[in-house]
Structure formats: structure tokens, C-alpha cells
């Protein structure tokens, strides 16, 4: 399973970004997706997850009513949408993956990492 993350960048606080990460697996639907990041110089931390068939989905307390996460099972594509970024959502984003069904990926661990997006928003 490989998962390729995109659509970071520099924004102003306020502003919005999309990230987009396309899988290449034989069975998206298979598959739990979600998001994390990674913050200069702390650990990282669960951003939000979603369901194998997008019916449910969990978020970071820190996201929540600011970013929505969606998924495409034809295109096998996960989406974070990123609204009225702050700067401490400055970090590098990571796509997740898990084979299996329970929802949520702060459950039973992430099987697949992609490489990471950086998303840097200025004051």
C-alpha cells in the first residue's frame, strides 16, 4: 500500500487548504483512512478518521467544526479539508491507512503511513 499526500503550502491564518492522498491498493474500500500531523518538535498527534464507507467519522477536539474529512472509494482518495487554519495547525500532515473495520485509527494503530505534506500557516 502506498500513500501519496498532497496540497500543503503557506497560508494565512484564516485561510484554507485542501490535502488530498491517493492510495494505490486493490480495495480502498478495505481500508480505514484518515489523518495526523506532526508539529516542529512534538509528537504526532490524530487529526481525524473516517470509515471504510465514509458513514462514520471522528475528529481531533482541536479540529473539530474547522476541517472535514471525506473519501472517494472510486478514486481512492481521502480529502482533509482545512478551514480557518490557526498557526498552531502549522505541522506536517500524514495519511493513514488500516485494513480492517473499526472506524476510528486512534483505535488498534495505523498499518500505513504516507510521506507527509506540509501545511505552514503565518500570524
Known amino acids: 500500500v502506498q500513500l501519496q499526500a498532497s496540497g500543503g503550502g503557506l497560508v494565512q491564518a484564516g485561510g484554507s487548504l485542501r490535502l488530498s492522498c491517493a492510495a494505490s491498493?486493490?480495495?480502498?474500500?478495505?481500508?480505514?483512512m484518515g489523518w495526523f500531523r506532526q508539529a516542529p518538535g512534538k509528537g504526532r498527534d490524530f487529526v481525524a478518521s473516517?470509515?471504510?464507507?465514509?458513514?462514520?467519522?471522528y475528529y481531533a477536539d482541536s479540529v473539530k467544526g474547522r476541517f472535514t474529512i471525506s473519501r472517494d472509494n472510486a478514486k481512492n482518495t481521502v480529502s482533509l479539508q482545512l478551514n480557518t487554519l490557526k498557526p498552531e495547525d502549522t505541522a506536517v500532515y500524514y495519511c493513514a491507512a488500516r485494513l480492517g473495520s473499526s472506524p476510528d485509527l486512534r483505535d488498534y494503530g495505523v498499518n500505513y503511513w504516507g510521506k507527509g505534506t506540509l501545511v505552514t500557516v503565518s500570524s
Open positions: 473516517i470509515s471504510r464507507s465514509g458513514g462514520s467519522i
Open positions: 491498493v486493490r480495495t480502498f474500500s478495505n481500508y480505514v
